[in-house]
């Protein structure tokens, strides 16, 4: 897998980011070791221990390499993941997304994060082809100076209960690639997929 840049640098400016060199997203998948569900690892999709209803979409699950992801950058700290079907069947979502960070040599940045029942608790979402589900993210941001801060020049979607993460394409809220963001040691916060993008951002 490449993340591949153009050589010019792209418009800064954009509130709380930075947005320099632009990223070519590839909905290539990405092996990783990672466990759906390990709390230290924020880049794992997972679903709710002890739902019910997770087992009912464990078994109709869109795997990785079924979805596209795109994420729009909203404002200062804020962002809208769209997960699209790319298959030729029906799959569900059901949970929260595992969102990870690339950094600029594409080795993979593992932010902390904690989820968030946002816009509401966790909803079955069902994708016929083509169709997508979304969930909002959050995330303070930070100095590039600071030691702690996470320069993040990619991003990478896990859908709930797979291992395996989906290179998303990072747009600005012009439409425009976005480059770089930058990140604060608390990490993201990440809403439940939803079935509409309405209210997924709402505070």
Known sequence: MT????????????????????????????????????????????TVPGDPMAAQAAASRCRSDEIGATVQVKGAGSALLTVRNKSDHTCTLYGYPGIGGLRADNTVDVLPGTHE???????????KPDKSGYAGFRWSACEKSDATCHTITGLQVTPPDERAPVIAEVLGADGKPVGELL?????????????????????
């Open 3 to 46: 993340v591949r840049r153009p050589a010019g640098l792209a418009a800064a400016g954009v509130l709380a980011l930075a947005l320099t060199a632009a990223l070519t997203a590839c909905d290539r998948v990405r092996e990783t070791d990672d466990r759906p569900g390990d709390p230290k690892a924020s880049a794992t999709g997972a």
């Open 117 to 127: 029942a946002r816009p509401a608790g966790p909803v079955l979402v069902t994708l």
């Open 183 to 203: 990140v604060s040691a608390a990490g993201l916060t990440v809403g439940t997929l939803q079935p509409s993008d309405e209210k997924v951002l709402s505070d």
